[in-house]
């Protein structure tokens, strides 16, 4: 797996289409897919997000750039087309948004604040080679263009590569702290989805070890793996919203309509942008500022 993030080749669109490439391909369609879903709903009923602004004391009329932001910002991820802008667009709207609506909901806010990680990651390093940016490689980049210390300063790639895997390991651990406080009803949560309530234990045990191995960069990719493989076990057991799979079988139409209008996603969606930014990561890697960059060789001279 090449590694993007090596000094001196911080352009995606110099590197070769390999395995990396890929997995950061699926990084911006599952970034992409929360946020092409939730602009939809937007334009389809804004009036919720309305009432949900007013009720929070902010004004009613920001559904309609948060809903353009989400539509076209989200295409643009997806396409990887002028990356760096739109992911800092999402990385800004990952923090301020879910501290507004998301403050109450400890799992959903820091999986959104995961989310900026990856997308910080993004804005540095750029979305591969299999993306618009990587195919037009003359294309102007914005950002590049105008704040050209993004991608050539060294110091602020560090530093914003640390605050990016800082983000990153914050729902792992924060959700150890969640496990402690509500014990009883994490463990009913397991029991109900035919998971033993003992099996918690384990699970505050990996968060805790390899939420703080990513933090502090060491071993990174392995920290990763092991997080992304249980980011795939929530989606896929503890917070899957019960989607209609009548699509096999005729009904596509009335199932698809089902799917998108369930309102027990937020969290699947959640653990979707949480397995993405860990993808990015595995990528890039812990950045200069880590204890993996210490134990590396110096390539120096």
């Known amino acids: 797996m090449a ?17 990396g490439a890929l997995m950061l391909l699926l990084a911006r369609i599952g970034l992409s897919a929360d946020f092409l879903l939730f602009g939809a709903r937007k334009f389809t009923n804004p009036q919720q997000i309305w009432d949900l602004s007013v009720g929070n004391g902010l004004p009613g009329w920001l559904v309609y750039p948060a809903m353009i932001l989400q539509l076209a910002g989200g295409l643009f991820i997806l396409l990887g087309l002028q990356t760096r ?61 105008a704040l050209p210390f ?26 150890v ?6 014990m009883a009803a994490q463990r009913a949560l397991f029991e109900s ?22 933090l502090l960069g060491y071993h990174t990719r392995l920290a990763a793996t092991v997080l992304m493989l249980w ?38 969606f959640k653990d979707i942008t949480t397995i993405a930014s860990l993808l990015i990561l595995m990528v890039y890697g812990p950045g200069a500022i880590s204890r993996d960059a210490r134990g590396a060789p110096d390539q120096s001279g």
Request: glycine residues 6%; neutral net charge.
């Open 3 to 19: 590694n993007y993030a090596n000094p001196g080749n911080l352009s995606a669109a110099e590197t070769t289409a390999d395995y």
């Open 85 to 145: 802008i739109f992911a800092a667009f999402f990385a800004w709207f990952c923090i301020v948004a879910p501290s507004l609506f998301w403050f109450d909901n400890l799992e959903n806010l820091t999986r959104d604040y995961a989310a900026a990680g990856g997308f910080l990651l993004l804005v540095l390093f750029g979305p591969g080679p299999l993306s618009l940016d990587g195919r037009f490689r003359n294309m102007r980049d914005v950002v590049a263009a």
């Open 150 to 175: 993004v991608v050539k300063s060294r110091s602020f790639i560090d530093r914003v590569s640390l605050i990016a895997r800082a983000l990153i390991a914050l729902p792992f651990l924060a959700d």
């Open 177 to 182: 702290v969640k496990k402690l406080v509500h």
């Open 193 to 214: 989805k035919v998971i033993p309530g003992d099996a918690i234990y384990l699970v505050m045990l990996v968060e805790l070890v390899f939420g703080l191995m990513l």
């Open 231 to 268: 980011a795939v076990i929530l989606a896929g057991v503890i917070h899957y919203p019960g989607y209609d799979l009548a699509i096999f079988n005729g009904q596509f139409a009335e199932a698809m309509l089902k799917n998108f209008l369930n309102r027990n996603a937020a969290s699947f």
